[in-house]
């Protein structure tokens, strides 16, 4: 019987192949590089450096990340300082190899960047009919015995629960060779295994008919038992058994199974049976699978028509939020019919309450359809709400972009933790002066009120005692009426200081007329919230500064510990789309709940940050 693919021989595509088994690389040189893999996907790199260093002097630790959502592959490699200690790394492997780490035992091996050995196969061996009990550990015991072991896994399923069988990768043909001459056909736990030479899907038999003995039977009339069932197949073969499944009560669930004493005989009862007519039902008849086959079966299947769907409607499919209560699907259609034909308009509906959620979905017969509905629609006043329209995308597509902005924001320098209410999220638009406000008694140009603390700011509109008002610019300060120039200059040719542009040389600024200034840029956000006019009026360098001081507080209000980070995350999306957040209190919250999830699985939850959870 072939064998199935080996995950521990193709392990991940970065992985180097495993080399000898000795510590040495090229010429003389000590090999101080280890491969460690079946890590848990929340190990990190400290927790590998506190396991590694115990033995020798680590140089530096990798845990290899998906590019797109930075989560762990669930492999590492550990490079030892070979010059202090040439010999750390040999120990390492001896000492750890197969030790827990957040309850999963480590698979350490060798690393080497020549693939060749790995991909060549030679003195790789398969092993089945293993049982449940048996380890990597247990495993690699039982089998080293006959040569040096580069790799020896068990196959895994999603529980992590044995699947009988597993791998074994030995540094010469010669040990392989031996090891299937001793063990083959041996007990091992009360079980009978085989072992043979490991074989690539492209080298098993290219015979891909099944045999089988068992045949499922379904579809059946109540009137059917085992003795009837039993004659139906009779005349196929010599049937060995017959049984039709029955419930607690004794009726029949309509199937069962049949067991025929030669294949070819099975076989043909499939063929003259699947389909026909008894009592009045078509029946199925078909080989009998295991519930893991079936299951991996369906899978596929599934996988098959969603990657069908996703490819039917791929830029065709519009996003579209933000809808008015009274919006509907013929409504939501007729505003956008002038676009082009529509095969499927939906408002979403709440399934308690029976009231619109605020967004649906419409879907174009060609991709310059959709196209030139998200430009003329997006932002379009529908019963008197600004539409949002995008291209649809798929829940995980989304939650990548939202860890890769995350990661990319990480990656920026300059402060990361929680953030008070006087503080601006890290990473969004830089100190910004406070536009055309008052200034206090201080020298330079009062700060946005972001940049202050608590009880700092002062009302708009009332000027703060002093020399006079400073008033700002956008050509930078300027000076009132009684104040000094900004900085502290050398004397000017009649007295101390220098005004600033537009004031007269010498004197101390006293009774000056400045040169009036241009137009001050947009006022801040209302109390009655930042609008969208409002934004649109606002140099564009202010207006992320504008939108993370509105969306600060509601962010707050769900999220009070992490409302730094989480504002910081979202002002990477677009202006209008955060406009739509910010008057749009469930959406605001789904977001927020996905950035709580990407920081979860970051482990970028500081310490001491409670994260509210819905009731």
């Not at 504002?567 to 950035?595: C, H, Q, R, Y």
Request: charged share 25%; with cysteine; aromatic share 6%.
């Amino acid at each position: 019987m072939s064998a199935p693919a080996a995950p521990s021989v193709k392990p991940e595509s970065e992985q180097p192949a495993a080399g000898q088994p000795a510590a040495k690389q090229d010429g003389n040189q000590p090999n101080s590089s280890l491969y460690v893999g079946d890590l848990d996907r929340d190990v990190i790199e400290s927790q590998l450096f506190e396991a590694f260093s115990a033995i020798g002097p680590v140089a530096s630790i990798r845990v290899c990340r998906d590019a797109v959502t930075r989560r762990s592959l669930g492999y590492a490699y550990v490079n030892f300082n070979a010059t202090l200690d040439p010999t750390a790394a040999e120990r390492a492997l001896e000492a750890l190899n197969y030790s827990p780490l957040n309850g999963r035992p480590m698979r350490i091996m060798w690393s080497h960047r020549d693939p060749a050995q790995r991909k060549s196969g030679v003195g790789n061996i398969f092993i089945k009919n293993l049982d449940k009990s048996i380890d990597n550990k247990a495993l690699h015991d039982t089998f080293s015995a006959f040569g040096d072991i580069l790799s020896c896994k068990v196959a895994l399923d999603a529980a992590g629960e044995s699947k009988g069988y597993g791998f074994v990768h030995y540094a010469s043909e010669e040990s392989a060779k031996l090891a299937i001459e001793k063990v083959d056909g041996m007990m091992i736990e009360g079980k009978k295994v085989y072992v043979g030479p490991f074989l690539r899907r492209s080298e098993r038999a290219t015979d891909t008919e099944v045999k089988f003995t068992n045949v499922y039977v379904k579809n059946l009339p109540e009137e059917i038992d085992d003795d009837k069932l039993t004659a139906m197949f009779k005349e196929f073969g010599t049937v060995s058994s017959a049984v039709v499944m029955k419930d607690n009560e004794g009726k029949s669930k309509g199937f069962g199974f049949v067991n025929m004493e030669d294949a070819d005989q099975a076989a043909k009862a499939v063929e003259e049976l699947n389909g026909k007519e008894v009592d009045g039902k078509e029946i199925y008849v078909g080989r009998a699978q295991k519930k893991a086959e079936r299951e991996a079966m369906l899978r596929q299947k599934f996988e098959e028509l969603r990657v069908e769907r996703i490819q039917k409607y791929a830029g065709l499919n519009l996003y579209v939020k933000n809808l008015h209560d009274e919006v509907d699907d013929e409504t939501l259609r007729s505003e956008f019919a002038h676009c082009g034909t529509i095969t499927s308009a939906k408002v979403m509906m709440d399934a308690s309450s029976g009231k619109s959620r605020g967004f649906g979905f419409v879907c174009f017969s060609a991709p310059e359809e959709a196209t030139k509905a998200v430009t003329e629609m997006n932002g379009r006043m529908i019963k008197g709400k600004p539409i949002y329209v995008a291209l649809a995308q798929r829940r995980d597509v989304r939650k990548a972009q939202l860890e890769q902005q995350y990661q990319q924001r990480m990656a920026m320098p300059g402060p990361r933790g929680p953030m008070g209410p006087g503080m601006f999220p890290p990473g969004g638009a830089p100190p910004m002066m406070y536009p055309g406000g008052p200034m206090g008694p201080g020298r330079g140009p009062m700060m946005a009120p972001y940049m202050m603390g608590p009880g700092r700011g002062m009302p708009a509109g009332r000027p703060m005692p002093g020399r006079g008002a400073n008033m700002m610019g956008p050509g930078g300060p300027m000076m009132g009426p009684g104040g000094r120039g900004p900085g502290r200059g050398g004397r000017g040719p009649g007295g101390r200081g220098r005004g600033g542009e537009g004031y007269p040389k010498g004197g101390r600024g006293r009774g000056q007329k400045p040169t009036p200034a241009p137009a001050a840029p947009a006022p801040p956000p209302t109390s009655e919230g930042l609008t969208a006019a409002a934004l649109a009026s606002a140099p564009p360098e202010q207006q992320k500064q504008l939108l993370g001081e509105s969306l600060f507080p509601q962010i707050s209000e769900l999220q009070p510990d992490l409302a730094g980070k989480i504002t910081g995350m979202l002002l990477e999306m677009d202006n209008s789309e955060l406009l739509l957040l910010m008057e749009t209190p469930e959406a605001l919250e789904a977001k927020v709940d996905e950035a709580v999830e990407v920081l979860k699985q970051h482990n970028a939850i500081p310490e001491g940050a409670v994260v509210r959870t819905k009731n």
